[in-house]
C-alpha cells in the first residue's frame, strides 16, 4: 500500500512538471473567447472616383468614374484579403473629389460597452502617432505624421441608421472609447467601445485641408469582428498600445519600443519603455504599454508579468523601483495598482530580482476582475530617470482552472528548494 502511494505521489508531481515545463516552455495562447466577425456590408460609397473627363456616358463625352471601395465582401472573411477605400481632395477646390467608406454589421447587437475591432492597413506613420493616445499631435511632430488636415479615418458605431458614437483620427484616439491598437504580428486595428448598443461599424476615409491637389489615400479594411466569453479567460492578452506625458520623444524612441514583443509567444523578446527627456524636471513624467484582453478575468485569477530594468547611471535603485507601476483596469475603473519599491512580492526581494539587469516574473493577484493591465514609468517630479529603460518581455494571465494554471503558484507548492532552484523562473 505504501508503495502505491509512492507511486501516485510521484505520477502527480511529474504531471505538474510536465504542466510547469510547457507553461514556461511554450507560453499560452489567448484563450477563452470566440471570434465573432461582421458577416454582412450594408453600405458602401459611391462610384465617384473620376477617372477621366471624357470617354463615357452617350457618344463617349462624360466623365468616367471607378469606384471609391474596392473588394467590398473581402471585408467578411478572416484572412489576409481586404477592402481598399479611397479618398482623395480632387484636382481644384474640392472639384471631383471623393470620400471611400464601408459600413460591417455584425450577426447580433453588441450590447453597451462591449469592444469591437477593426483590422486596418495604410500609412503606418499616422497609425503609430494614433498608437500613442493622448501622446499623438507629439508624436504626429516627431513622425512626419500631420493629425489635422492630411488622411483622416472615422470610425462609426452605429444601431442600424443611427450613430451612437463616432471618433476621427483629427481628433485623436487617447479616450477610453476608442483606441488604435496593435497584435502580436504588427497589425493595425481599430477598436471601439460605445456607451450604447450597436449592431454594426462603418469606417470612412476623407481627406482634409492640407493634402495636396490629386493625391489619393487609400486604407485597406481586412474585417470587423468582436469577442464572446467562453469562460476561461486564459493566456497572452490580444492588443497592445502605448501613452504618456510630460515627455518629448525623439524617432529613435518610438522605433525602439518594440510593443508587440511583449505579446509574442517569445519570453525572452520584450518590448521598452524609455523616457526620452523630461519637458520639466518639476512636471511629473510617464510612458505606459497598456496590455488589452478580449475578456473579462474574474477577481480571484491571476497575472503575471516578466520584467528586465536598466538604469540611467547603471546602478538599480529604489528611485528606479518606485518609478515602475503596474496598475490594473476593469472597463474605465482603476482597480489595483502596484509600485514596485513596495519591497517584497510575494515573500521575494524585489530590488534583488532585478540586480545586473536579470528579467523576474512577478505574479499579482488583484482580487478584482480585470481586463486591461499597463505598466507605467514615472519620472517622479524633482527625480529625473530620462534614459531608464523598463524592458516587458511577457504579459499572461490566469483562471487556475484546467490547464490553465500559473507556474508561479506551481513554484510555491513545490517545498525541496534543489527542485526549486532548477525550475526558477527567471
Not at 31 to 36: A, E, I, L, N, S
Not at 79 to 96: K, T, V
Not at 340 to 346: A, D, M, P
Request: aromatic residues 8%; contains cysteine; proline residues 3%.
Amino acid at each position: 500500500m505504501r508503495n502505491v502511494r509512492l507511486k501516485n505521489r510521484k505520477l502527480v508531481w511529474f504531471g505538474r512538471f510536465v504542466l510547469l515545463f510547457l507553461l514556461l516552455i511554450l507560453g499560452i495562447e489567448s484563450r477563452g473567447q470566440t471570434k465573432v466577425l461582421a458577416n454582412e456590408v450594408t453600405y458602401t460609397s459611391g462610384i465617384n472616383k473620376m477617372t477621366s473627363l471624357l470617354g463615357c456616358g452617350a457618344l463617349g463625352l462624360g466623365a468616367c468614374f471607378d469606384p471609391t471601395v474596392e473588394d467590398a465582401p473581402n471585408a467578411l472573411v478572416d484572412d489576409e484579403s481586404y477592402a481598399r477605400l479611397l479618398a482623395s481632395p480632387g484636382i481644384l477646390a474640392g472639384l471631383a473629389s471623393y470620400t471611400g467608406a464601408i459600413e460591417l454589421k455584425f450577426p447580433q447587437t453588441l450590447d453597451a460597452n462591449t469592444w469591437s475591432y477593426v483590422r486596418i492597413a495604410g500609412d503606418n506613420s499616422l497609425f503609430d502617432a494614433l498608437l500613442g493616445g493622448s501622446l499623438g499631435e507629439v508624436l504626429g511632430d516627431v513622425l512626419g505624421a500631420v493629425l489635422v488636415g492630411n488622411q483622416e479615418i472615422t470610425i462609426d458605431a452605429r444601431l442600424g441608421g443611427t450613430s451612437v458614437f463616432s471618433r476621427s483620427s483629427s481628433a485623436g484616439f487617447g479616450s477610453d472609447r476608442v483606441k488604435m491598437l496593435i497584435d502580436k504580428n504588427g497589425n493595425y486595428y481599430l477598436a471601439i467601445r460605445p456607451n450604447s448598443s450597436y449592431d454594426r461599424i462603418r469606417i470612412t476615409n476623407a481627406t482634409g485641408s492640407l493634402v495636396g491637389i490629386g493625391t489619393e489615400y487609400a486604407l485597406d479594411v481586412f474585417k470587423a469582428f468582436y469577442y464572446e466569453d467562453n469562460g476561461e479567460n486564459c493566456g497572452l492578452p490580444m492588443f497592445t498600445s502605448f501613452d504618456g506625458g510630460g515627455i518629448s520623444l525623439s524617432v529613435a524612441d518610438v522605433d525602439s519600443l518594440f510593443l508587440n514583443r511583449a505579446i509574442d509567444n517569445d519570453l525572452d523578446s520584450y518590448s521598452e519603455l524609455k523616457q526620452g527627456s523630461l519637458l520639466d524636471v518639476q512636471v511629473l513624467g510617464t510612458l505606459s504599454q497598456f496590455f488589452y484582453f478580449p475578456t473579462r478575468s474574474e477577481a480571484n485569477h491571476t497575472f503575471n508579468v516578466k520584467l528586465s530594468l536598466e538604469p540611467n547611471d547603471g546602478i538599480l535603485n529604489v528611485d528606479l523601483l518606485g518609478g515602475v507601476q503596474v496598475i490594473v483596469y476593469d472597463g474605465t475603473q482603476q482597480v489595483y495598482t502596484r509600485t514596485l519599491s513596495g519591497g517584497l512580492l510575494n515573500g521575494l526581494d524585489i530590488l534583488q530580482l532585478f540586480q545586473n539587469g536579470a528579467a523576474a516574473t512577478l505574479t499579482f493577484s488583484p482580487g478584482a476582475a480585470f481586463d486591461r493591465i499597463e505598466v507605467r514609468l514615472n519620472s517622479p517630479v524633482g527625480l529625473n530617470l530620462a534614459g531608464s529603460v523598463v524592458r516587458i518581455h511577457d504579459v499572461q494571465r490566469y483562471s487556475g482552472i484546467g490547464s490553465c494554471v500559473n507556474p508561479n503558484r506551481i513554484l510555491r507548492t513545490i517545498s525541496n528548494p534543489m527542485i526549486r532552484s532548477r525550475l526558477k523562473i527567471n
